[in-house]
């Protein structure tokens, strides 16, 4: 019988590098189902349903408009303050959902953790996926702004390189939501923190403002936020934007991947007592 | 085949208690003020456990709660890790720890098939040619569209239960799902797991139903405190699970079980059943009677005289937990004008005892009749019950042929030519 040559052994496991890549990829099915149900049982039984989605970031950006465009008069890099602010919006959006509900990821999977084994790492890893679908749906929404505005947009091939920009934006959530996820299970805090520590993160992120507001002196600090680069690119891709450094953008994208690698390591750590600790 | 499917060696499992945000915090106090922190408390679950389970084979894991079953199984199935030794499991596991695991409440059946199925390992496309044997296994072919919520708790057993079955795993791994059910189902589901065994796998059944672990299993485990206390053929493994609960019972000089326990969930006068005895005919008392024999119960109440119109009642259950019969004061006539005491000792005595021979226990219980119960002891004493013989002609009848005995004539006569 063919399904005899799997073969399972339970000990108690020690090391650390043990990333277990294979597991995750042989069950990839599962992470392909979640992400799914992700979706439709957010907005089950709402009236408007899926349209929450473009609704959320779209009232968020009418009243940042207001806001930081308006009274506030934040330069806006000569396009239309709006469009400038949504480009940004729209992968902290990505980032900020994820995170929060990756955070939760474990603790709203603990039935299933307790009763059945699959790798652990799919539960905050199917966010990264599910709010990628709302960033598309978004999407179009900038690009009917764009056209109500009539702004002289640059429709050229850079356009189609904003998907690059995602891939650091992907690393960094998922590299945070297993940290955070991680910890929540032991220290429930994380909950009441991460809303607070988001919030601080969007004002250390270019997402209202540009760069350039800041003394040139503290730039550098503002780049090394992988975010940073993320809000760069889409607004260089989509609004052809220049960036205000590439090398130091590079930098930032490392520091994401490389907290990716740590979360791994540190949730496959976690993992090992996770049912028990639940 | 000569490599057992699993193989379990010195396999241990130790819990930390207390709460752990807590300890942590604790500790970081006792360090600063540059104290050495007391070790916290631990608990072992599990306790040097070895075993191993041929392919094809239905073993059965029995024991109190409490004892470690769930525990094991867990650790077969990879949700936690063992502290100490190995399990080896070769071959596709899949499991059924729990009622609608990994169900989303939110989700339609079918899309709860997909999600479970995926989460025990399956790919998307092997779904997709189960699915249809999956829903009419279930019986649900008319709610797939409907969300699990909606869905009676037998609904949801029978949809886990289908996938898992139709997984094709090599080892199944089952811990209490019949509890729920209608009959109709728990058969369905046994003769689902007769044919996983029958097929070459090998299925690892947790049941507190020794029915059905005597009928499905050819070996079981018995988990005392962690640790293994018997292991063997499934009848002697099920006889020392019995024999071990007695011992747990204290008795006073008079031979009556002290009845401080009561079982969830908790009756509203639990101070009504002190003790209870079991009386053989000739006057002792006994833990055994012998078939057509007289049984006298004798049940020790402290204050029924607050209630004058309570009946005391006796009910004899089979190893496999069936009400074989019921007796109680009221079917005697009641006690009538008897003078009141707030120390009594109810004798109910039972008249040719018509139970072939095995062990049975006895439930104890105090109610008004149509009111509401009073008290209940559950498995309150044990009760053997020896062959005598009855029938005249030598004949040893067993509990295994039939709980009832009865008695009759047999003949036999010529009959016509069949065609």
Same mark, same amino acid.
């Given at each position: 019988?063919?399904?005899?040559?799997?073969?399972?052994?339970?000990?108690?496991?020690?090391?650390?590098?043990?990333?277990?890549?294979?597991?995750?990829?042989?069950? +990839?099915?599962?992470?392909?189902?979640?992400?799914? +149900?992700?979706?439709?049982? +957010?907005?089950?039984?709402?009236?408007?349903? *899926?349209?929450?989605?473009?609704?959320?970031?779209?009232?968020?950006?009418?009243?940042?408009?207001?806001?930081?465009?308006?009274?506030?008069?934040?330069?806006?890099?000569?396009?239309?303050?709006?469009?400038?602010?949504?480009?940004?919006?729209?992968?902290?959006?990505?980032?900020?959902?994820?995170?929060?509900?990756?955070?939760?990821?474990?603790?709203?999977?603990?039935?299933?953790?307790?009763?059945?084994?699959?790798?652990?790492?799919?539960?905050?890893?199917?966010?990264?996926?599910?709010?990628? *679908?709302?960033?598309?749906?978004?999407?179009?929404?900038?690009?009917?702004?764009?056209?109500?505005?009539?702004?002289?947009?640059?429709?050229?091939?850079?356009?189609?390189?904003?998907?690059?920009?995602?891939?650091?934006?992907?690393?960094?959530?998922?590299?945070?939501?297993?940290?955070?996820?991680?910890?929540?299970?032991?220290?429930?805090?994380?909950?009441?923190?991460?809303?607070?520590?988001?919030? *601080?993160?969007?004002?250390?992120?270019?997402?209202?403002?540009?760069?350039?507001?800041?003394?040139?002196?503290?730039?550098?600090?503002?780049?090394?936020?992988?975010?940073?680069?993320?809000?760069?690119?889409?607004?260089?891709?989509?609004?052809?934007?220049?960036?205000?450094?590439?090398?130091?953008?590079?930098?930032?994208?490392?520091?994401?991947?490389? *907290?990716?690698?740590?979360?791994?390591?540190?949730? +496959?750590?976690?993992?090992?007592?996770?049912?028990?600790?639940? | 085949?000569?490599? #057992?499917?699993?193989?379990?060696?010195?396999?241990? =499992?130790?819990? &930390?208690?207390?709460?752990?945000?807590?300890?942590?915090?604790?500790?970081?106090?006792?360090?600063?003020?540059?104290?050495?922190?007391?070790?916290?408390?631990? /608990?072992?679950?599990?306790?040097?456990?070895?075993?191993?389970?041929?392919?094809?084979?239905?073993?059965?894991?029995?024991?109190?709660?409490?004892?470690?079953?769930?525990? /094991?199984?867990?650790?077969?199935? @990879?949700?936690?890790? #063992?502290?100490?030794?190995?399990?080896?499991?070769?071959?596709?596991?899949?499991?059924?720890?729990?009622?609608?695991?990994?169900?989303?409440?939110?989700?339609?059946?079918?899309?709860?098939?997909?999600?479970?199925?995926?989460?025990?390992?399956?790919?998307?496309?092997?779904?997709?040619?189960?699915?249809?044997?999956?829903?009419?296994?279930?019986?649900?072919?008319?709610?797939?569209?409907?969300?699990?919520?909606?869905?009676?708790?037998?609904?949801?057993?029978? !949809?886990?239960?289908?996938?898992?079955?139709?997984?094709?795993?090599?080892?199944?791994?089952?811990?209490?799902?019949?509890?729920?059910?209608?009959?109709?189902?728990?058969?369905?589901?046994?003769?689902?797991? =007769?044919?996983?065994?029958?097929?070459?796998?090998?299925?690892?059944?947790?049941?507190?139903?020794?029915?059905?672990?005597?009928?499905?299993?050819?070996?079981?485990?018995?988990?005392? &405190? @962690?640790?293994?206390?018997?292991? @063997?053929?499934?009848?002697?493994?099920?006889?020392?699970?019995?024999?071990?609960?007695?011992?747990?019972?204290?008795?006073?000089?008079?031979?009556?079980?002290?009845?401080?326990?009561? =079982?969830?969930?908790?009756?509203?006068?639990?101070?009504?059943?002190?003790?209870?005895?079991?009386?053989?005919?000739?006057? &002792?008392?006994?833990?055994?009677?012998?078939?057509?024999?007289? !049984?006298?119960?004798?049940?020790?109440?402290?204050?029924?005289?607050?209630?004058?119109?309570?009946?005391?009642?006796?009910?004899?259950?089979?190893?496999?937990? &069936? =009400?074989?019969?019921?007796?109680?004061?009221?079917?005697?006539?009641?006690?009538?004008?008897?003078?009141?005491?707030?120390?009594?000792?109810?004798?109910?005595?039972?008249?040719?005892?018509? !139970?072939?021979?095995?062990?049975?226990?006895?439930?104890? !219980?105090?109610?008004?009749?149509?009111?509401?119960?009073?008290?209940?002891?559950?498995?309150?004493?044990?009760?053997?019950?020896?062959?005598?013989?009855?029938?005249?002609?030598?004949?040893?009848?067993?509990?295994?042929? @039939? /709980?009832?005995?009865?008695?009759?004539?047999?003949?036999?006569? #010529?009959?016509?030519?069949?065609?």
């Amino acid at each position: 019988m063919a399904a005899r040559d799997v073969m399972y052994v339970r000990r108690p496991r020690t090391g650390w590098f043990d990333l277990a890549l294979d597991e995750l990829w042989a069950y +990839r099915d599962l992470l392909y189902t979640l992400m799914w +149900r992700n979706l439709t049982v +957010r907005y089950k039984q709402s009236a408007i349903g *899926i349209a929450w989605v473009i609704l959320k970031p779209v009232l968020q950006m009418l009243v940042f408009s207001v806001l930081f465009g308006r009274l506030a008069n934040l330069p806006s890099d000569n396009v239309p303050y709006p469009i400038f602010l949504y480009a940004g919006l729209l992968p902290w959006t990505y980032f900020a959902t994820t995170i929060t509900s990756g955070t939760g990821s474990l603790l709203a999977g603990s039935n299933m953790i307790s009763k059945v084994y699959f790798p652990r790492m799919i539960l905050p890893l199917s966010y990264l996926f599910t709010s990628l *679908i709302d960033l598309a749906l978004s999407l179009s929404v900038l690009l009917g702004m764009m056209v109500w505005y009539r702004a002289d947009m640059v429709f050229g091939p850079q356009m189609a390189l904003f998907p690059l920009f995602l891939v650091p934006a992907i690393a960094l959530a998922g590299g945070l939501s297993l940290w955070l996820s991680a910890i929540a299970v032991r220290y429930r805090d994380i909950h009441h923190l991460v809303p607070f520590l988001l919030q *601080i993160g969007m004002f250390v992120t270019p997402v209202v403002y540009a760069v350039n507001l800041l003394p040139e002196s503290y730039q550098w600090l503002l780049q090394l936020n992988p975010m940073t680069g993320v809000v760069e690119g889409f607004r260089w891709a989509l609004l052809g934007k220049s960036v205000s450094g590439w090398g130091i953008m590079g930098a930032g994208f490392g520091l994401a991947f490389l *907290i990716l690698l740590t979360g791994m390591i540190f949730f +496959r750590r976690v993992e090992r007592t996770v049912a028990d600790v639940i | 085949m000569s490599t #057992p499917v699993i193989e379990v060696a010195q396999l241990g =499992k130790t819990f &930390q208690l207390g709460e752990i945000h807590r300890d942590w915090t604790r500790r970081a106090a006792d360090r600063l003020r540059g104290r050495r922190s007391p070790p916290a408390p631990t /608990l072992q679950a599990l306790r040097e456990v070895s075993f191993t389970v041929p392919q094809g084979e239905v073993f059965g894991i029995i024991g109190a709660n409490g004892a470690g079953k769930s525990t /094991l199984l867990k650790i077969l199935a @990879g949700i936690t890790d #063992p502290t100490t030794g190995k399990a080896t499991l070769r071959g596709r596991i899949a499991s059924l720890l729990e009622v609608g695991t990994g169900f989303h409440p939110e989700l339609t059946g079918r899309e709860n098939v997909f999600l479970n199925g995926t989460l025990l390992g399956l790919r998307r496309h092997e779904i997709v040619e189960e699915y249809d044997r999956i829903v009419e296994f279930a019986g649900l072919e008319t709610f797939m569209d409907t969300p699990v919520k909606r869905y009676s708790s037998g609904m949801q057993v029978r !949809l886990a239960f289908a996938v898992a079955a139709h997984l094709r795993p090599a080892i199944l791994l089952i811990d209490e799902v019949l509890a729920v059910g209608d009959v109709t189902f728990q058969r369905k589901c046994l003769g689902a797991m =007769k044919e996983v065994a029958g097929g070459g796998r090998t299925v690892l059944f947790v049941s507190h139903n020794m029915a059905a672990v005597s009928s499905l299993c050819q070996r079981a485990l018995m988990l005392r &405190q @962690g640790q293994v206390a018997a292991i @063997g053929p499934t009848d002697e493994v099920i006889q020392t699970y019995i024999h071990s609960t007695e011992e747990q019972q204290t008795r006073d000089a008079l031979g009556f079980v002290l009845l401080p326990e009561r =079982k969830i969930p908790r009756p509203p006068e639990p101070g009504l059943i002190c003790a209870a005895r079991v009386v053989s005919a000739v006057g &002792q008392p006994a833990a055994s009677v012998r078939t057509g024999d007289s !049984l006298r119960v004798d049940v020790r109440v402290a204050g029924l005289d607050r209630f004058p119109a309570a009946v005391v009642g006796l009910t004899v259950r089979s190893v496999f937990d &069936q =009400k074989v019969f019921h007796f109680n004061s009221a079917m005697a006539g009641g006690f009538r004008a008897a003078k009141r005491h707030p120390h009594e000792i109810v004798r109910l005595e039972v008249a040719d005892v018509p !139970l072939m021979s095995g062990a049975y226990s006895v439930d104890v !219980l105090v109610f008004e009749p149509g009111v509401r119960l009073l008290d209940r002891v559950d498995g309150a004493l044990p009760l053997d019950v020896i062959d005598s013989d009855i029938y005249g002609f030598g004949y040893r009848g067993e509990a295994r042929e @039939g /709980l009832i005995a009865v008695r009759g004539a047999c003949a036999i006569a #010529p009959s016509p030519e069949s065609p």
